[in-house]
């Protein structure tokens, strides 16, 4: 067993640059690497970095996320990914052949899609696409939030934690890496899905989580 | 200052202060991160008789569009008094001292913040006092590094301040309500704890240069006291969180 990881707040030295790199959330001064972030220290090869435990969702370059449309324009349509940035989804980036102006035919206000992120810039201005194998509006189903950063606790360790729960609620579940979960299935097995995933949120990085999750999970079949 | 002295009020006397401390004592201080459920971040201080939570949203999109900065984030932060927060009521809303200070406890937060990490965005930091005793800004302004912190916004700092002053010719730390009221000068300081890098220096009353040098010094130990506790009380919050079971 892995020894708890130590937790670093902004300001405190979590390492010497001697010995390592300053990786993310973290810069150096002086010789020694200081974290930027509250989170939990990780050294990984000799870079130094900071997992965070608490913050919005930063977008990156091949995240599958679920998101809302937002607005719609002749070409494009805005998309609401729950970072601060609203992301733009243009017609070439769909799966359908949208004449101009016909936008909303496909995709209204109010819609929920599994999308791409295809782009990040300098200046934060999100390009999603559709255009790829398993990426598809979302029909029917509800939607969760949960803080993005428990994304992979959700997931769990190649996928073990979201198997397992759609395992035992026969229910379809979707996590978008921005923290929305869609789940589809009968009214008993997704009310026990979002039970399941609410204790997750709450206890991601204790020890023996999902021992837990399954006990849950068996409770009242 | 400017409230002229009762007679019968003795601020210094046998090297101690109105309220028993030492000239160098700070008062009690109590800080709690974590405290509301939908703010992104936030923290709770009690410094002598202040009473301030301190809450965190964003980074979020920075709205109206014309107020973003395609650069880096701006820092908007709000400083607020409850009509209740002091002996007379306080009539509710902004007024010019409270606008001056979200103004500069903005513009410190802003120093210590890696804004250029979020262009366009806002970082929304509310500071409520609910109950005042002098050197609100210093205790709003640390609740709101902690807040900061909590709510995991990049920074190179945690931001803390802390007041000196000066009554009956003596040079004090941290001015409690007559002190304030009766006192010669007042002089809140927010440091950069890393590098003492002064990120607001404001000043009431009169010192001389020797006395303002003292006094800054002195305000700058007190700023170190305060940010070892701002740092327990998240590690405090987050150990918590980590050992759920």
Redesign the interface.
Known sequence: MEE?PK?A????VVGDAKRFRPGR?T?EKGGKI?S????LINKQANFINIV?????YDPIPGDTIIGIIEDISQTNWLVNINA???AVLHVNEVPWHVELGETSKYLKYADAILAKILLVD???KIILTMKERGLHKLNGGQIIEIQP?KVPRVIGKKGTMISMIKKYTGCRIIVGQNGRIWIDGNTDGVEKATRAIRKIE??A????LTIRIEKLLKNRR | MGMKKPEDVILFKNNKRIDGRKPDELRPIKIEAGVLYRA??SAYVEWGGNKILAAVY????ALPKHIQD??KAIVNARYNMAAFSVEDRKRPGPDRRSIEISKVISEALERVI?TEQ????SIDVNIEVLDADAGTRCAGLTAAGVAL??????????PVACAAGKVEGKVILDLCKEEDNYGDADMPVAI???TDEILLLQMDGHLTYEEFEKALDLAIKGCHIVSELQ?KA??KK??R?????
């Open positions: 708890q937790i707040i902004p300001s405190m959330g810069f200081y930027t972030r509250l989170g965070p435990l608490s913050g919005v601060p940035y609203p300098e200046t934060k950063i709450a206890e990085h204790t020890k023996g | 992104d971040g964003g980074p979020r999109e395609p650069r890696l979020f262009p366009r965005a912190a909590d709510a995991g916004i990049p920074m190179r700092d945690i950069a704890p890393l740092k998240l590690l987050y150990e969180v980590l050992e759920v079971e």
